[in-house]
């Protein structure tokens, strides 16, 4: 068995409780997708740090320049980095892909104030661990971001790309469109900008920076069995946090709905 194949067994149970999850069930009225959003902002914003740290590694970012050690990673890096920080809106105007689900919280009227002081205190130059303990974050999303920069610090590129790969890429498009089911049920005229948000990961992911991912991936790990098994173990961590962001928010809207 492959390194990718051990890895698709060992996460199967994972990726199936989180496709299955009763949070999609949650969301089918415009609370419930404001409760998911004010938490689930923080996946999309981390998720550029993980991304950022493979363009960092495998092309030259500094001055001066020097060529990518691999062109052909350096270039699948670069495409994928061109649409998360700036892709085209609905009006054909460029945002990242952070920014496009910020507007749609807006649109929603989902509370983006801690997420807005959090950015703005990562801004002045406050560490992460600092801007997180003192911004008003949902428990689980920081945890969520604390377990995604644990990869990160360890500097493992295999272990960073395949978080990247098996937690992002290749799981969100089957994720998300679990979230657009949910959130077509609401009906509500508010979520138009959220559905292209998910509309275009959908899209965008399945079919292009899915199979870029894994195959940065392959070339990573290679035939370096620690190097396969650092990667397995990150991914399932990776997993087993954004099922208990799922179980959180789920948490959350029951709590609200009882509460009217």
């Known amino acids: 068995m492959s390194g990718w194949q051990q890895i698709e067994t060992r996460i199967a149970e994972q990726r199936q409780a989180l496709l299955n999850h009763n949070v999609y069930s949650l969301i089918e009225d415009i609370e419930g997708v404001r409760i998911f959003m004010q938490s689930h902002v923080f996946a999309v914003w981390d998720f550029m740090s993980l991304l950022k740290v493979l363009q960092r590694e495998l092309c030259c970012t500094s001055i001066p320049w020097t060529p990518p050690a691999d062109p052909n990673l350096a270039r699948m890096i670069n495409e994928i980095v061109l649409a998360e920080e700036s892709d085209e809106d609905e009006q054909g105007n460029f945002a990242s892909h952070y920014d496009l ?21 990562i801004r002045s130059g406050e560490s992460l661990s600092a801007a997180l303990n003192s911004s008003d974050i949902p428990e689980a999303a920081k945890k969520f971001v604390q377990q995604s920069f644990a990869v990160i610090e360890t500097g493992h590129l295999p272990s960073i790309a395949a978080a990247f790969t098996f937690g992002r890429e290749d799981l969100l498009p089957d994720v998300f469109t679990q979230v657009i089911a949910g959130v077509n049920r ?30 940065l991936v392959m070339a990573l790990c290679g035939e370096n069995e620690q190097n396969w098994k650092l990667a397995e173990e990150a991914v399932v961590a990776c997993l087993q946090s954004r099922l208990d962001l799922w179980d959180a928010m789920s948490i959350e809207i029951k709590e609200r709905v009882q509460k009217v």
Do not use: I
């Not at 609401?186 to 292209?196: G, I, K, R, V």
């Open 186 to 215: 609401s009906s509500a005229a508010q979520l138009s900008e959220f559905t292209y948000y998910l509309d275009r990961h959908v899209s965008l992911d399945g079919d292009e920076h899915g199979p870029m991912a894994k195959k």
């Open 101 to 121: 689900y910020r507007s749609a919280m807006l649109q929603a009227k989902a509370n983006t104030q801690p997420a807005d002081e959090f950015l703005e205190r």
